[in-house]
């Protein structure tokens, strides 16, 4: 089974400071997708950023990077100068690579405010 | 490119009757879309997997004959709530899988807020 862990439950950040969200996931799949996923009032969920587990390298998208620990299995957000606009939920989640259509698994979530 | 569309948005319907909710892909096929289920600030919880011309496969604990999922086309998926209770208010989320592609390529629909009074 798959777990996805987020311990911050809430989290605030001055406008255009930095702040980390963290993740850890439990998985016997060797091959994987983790993602981050925005969801504000709406509750429209927008994708961030997507990291394959076969890619040392960690994603970046513009002001959103990813720290990804394949061996301590952990997967953190880093949200540089932040927005207003930044503030809402935001979800880890898991993803096995297999062939076709796969659901995704999700964390918690963590709730952020950014502060003007 | 690459649209969800749920509707309603909200609905309020009473104890003990039944309320559809439609996801649509509307540029794109999706021969898989996903149901979950998300209570109020709380995770999202996959309920079932929906699959075009075949039976959804339902997670454990989600009631099938409560939760009936129909995928007719390549564009729709509906989720019926039957009998519903105040119990099963809350938020449904939909996505669709764009077919062909590799399996991270869905999409999320604007969810839809179900209250059951």
């Known amino acids: 089974a798959q777990t996805v862990t987020q311990s911050q439950p809430e989290m605030s950040v001055q406008e255009a400071e930095t702040v980390t969200l963290s993740c850890t996931y439990d998985?016997?799949?060797?091959?994987?997708?983790l993602f981050w996923y925005k969801q504000p009032p709406s509750r429209q969920m927008i994708l961030v950023i997507r990291?394959?587990?076969?890619?040392?390298q960690n994603a970046t998208e513009n002001r959103f990077s990813v720290n990804f620990q394949k061996a301590a299995k952990s997967f953190s957000l880093k949200i540089s100068d932040s927005q207003l606009g930044d503030t809402a939920m935001y979800f880890c989640?898991?993803?096995?690579?297999?062939?076709?259509?796969?659901?995704?698994?999700f964390g918690t979530g963590t709730r952020l405010t950014v502060i003007p | 490119g690459a649209v969800v569309s749920q509707h309603p948005s909200w609905v309020i319907c009473k104890s003990g009757t039944s309320v559809k909710i439609e996801c649509r892909s509307l540029?794109?096929?999706?021969?898989?879309m996903f149901w979950y289920r998300q209570f109020p600030k709380q995770s999202l919880m996959l309920m079932a997997t929906?699959?075009?011309?075949?039976?959804?496969?339902?997670e454990q604990g989600v009631e099938k004959d409560k939760f009936l999922i129909n995928h007719a086309s390549l564009t729709l998926s509906t989720l019926t709530v039957t009998s519903a209770h105040p119990e099963d208010s809350s938020f449904y989320i939909c996505?669709?899988?764009?077919?062909?592609?590799?399996?991270?390529?869905?999409?999320f629909g604007p969810g839809t807020r179900l209250t059951v009074t």
């Open positions: 996505s669709a899988h764009l077919g062909g592609r590799t399996g991270y390529e869905q999409y």
């Open positions: 998985t016997s799949e060797s091959n994987y997708y």
């Open positions: 990291q394959e587990a076969y890619k040392q």
């Open positions: 989640a898991f993803m096995k690579h297999l062939t076709g259509a796969n659901n995704l698994f």
């Open positions: 540029d794109f096929q999706a021969t898989t």
């Open positions: 929906s699959n075009e011309g075949s039976k959804a496969t339902y």
